[in-house]
């Protein structure tokens, strides 16, 4: 009969960070499912669009300038967003901390041009197929900003708290950074659609 060999395992890491972590495989999972469904929309987009005899429907383009303008904001907050991630890998709960108020700052930034865009559409969500779906566009994307900010700052508190200097809560800090990045990624289709295929 073969002697069993017991490992040690005391000395393992509670929980782990990256591609280790079950958080990091949920958060990509829902990239996923949100990325198809934003794919969906967008398809939904051009087929309403191959059917209308004039696209958009009974209303001119979108005004440019609250989408460029929280398009920009997007672009800028993946710098922060990328340190922020960096300092959760190297354990610097100094960093993380300040990283996570400004990303929280860059969380609500968008929300105001977000505000002043549904106008800019010129038609209302129930005015016609055009209206619904861009509409539905914004309105989805506008779900994902204000998940990710209430993820963030959710995490600036445990942060701040006793839980900070903890190993999990760096491995949740990153993978909020790795969906704020899905966020403003997602964003990019949906802005040409909205605003610059109406224009072509």
């Known amino acids: 009969m073969k002697e069993r060999i017991a490992l040690d395992l005391s000395k393992l890491p509670l929980h782990g960070t990256g591609n280790a972590s079950l958080t990091f495989w949920g958060t990509s999972a829902f990239m996923l499912i949100e990325g198809t469904g934003f794919a969906l929309?967008?398809?939904?987009?051009?087929?309403?669009?191959?059917?209308?005899?004039?696209?958009?429907?009974?209303?001119?383009p979108p005004d440019l300038a609250a989408g460029t303008i929280l398009t920009l904001l997007l672009l800028v907050s993946v710098v922060p967003n990328v340190l922020v991630s960096r300092w959760a890998k190297q354990r610097d709960l100094r960093k993380v901390r300040a990283g996570l108020i400004a990303m929280t700052i860059l969380g609500v930034l968008p929300l105001i041009p977000r505000a002043f865009e549904f106008s800019a559409l010129h038609i209302n969500w129930d005015d016609d197929a055009y209206g619904s779906i861009v509409w539905t566009l914004l309105g989805l994307h506008t779900t994902h900003i204000v998940t990710d900010l209430v993820d963030t700052v959710v995490l600036a508190f445990l942060m701040?708290?006793?839980h900070g200097d903890n190993t999990r809560r760096y491995g949740d800090v990153e993978d909020n950074a790795l969906y704020w990045n899905f966020v403003v990624l997602a964003w990019l289709p949906l802005y040409?659609?909205?605003?610059?295929v109406p224009r072509l």
């Open 192 to 196: 040409g659609c909205i605003y610059w």
């Open 160 to 162: 701040f708290s006793k």
């Open 41 to 60: 929309a967008i398809a939904v987009y051009f087929y309403l669009m191959s059917l209308a005899p004039r696209w958009p429907i009974e209303a001119p």
